[in-house]
């Protein structure tokens, strides 16, 4: 099964691709930080400088993705049709 499955994009979601250089991702359940980290870093050819985890009511894992300063989260927004 794929380790990253969708981004987010509300409107938190998009603010923070703008304030914190972060692209929140759906992720599998059973992905590890490095697991995420190195999927993330081969699909899109970028940095990340690190990555938060949480689990929501809905039984989903989403992944908070903070790229590295010089590779900006709008780009990747932009290459996923987010914004």
């Known amino acids: ?4 499955q969708y981004p987010i994009a509300t409107e938190k979601a998009l603010n923070m691709v ?11 359940l059973s ?9 993330f870093e081969k699909t899109f ?3 990340v400088d690190y990555v938060n985890t949480l689990i929501s009511p ?6 908070y993705i903070r790229l590295k300063p010089e590779y900006p ?6 290459k ?3 914004v």
């Open 1 to 4: 099964m794929a380790v990253l």
């Open 18 to 28: 703008e304030t914190r250089n972060t692209i929140i991702y759906i992720v599998n």
């Open 31 to 39: 992905a590890d930080k490095k697991t995420i980290t190195d999927e």
């Open 45 to 47: 050819n970028v940095k």
């Open 58 to 63: 809905e039984n989903q894992k989403k992944a």
């Open 73 to 78: 989260a709008s780009d990747i927004a932009k």
């Open 80 to 82: 996923l049709k987010l």
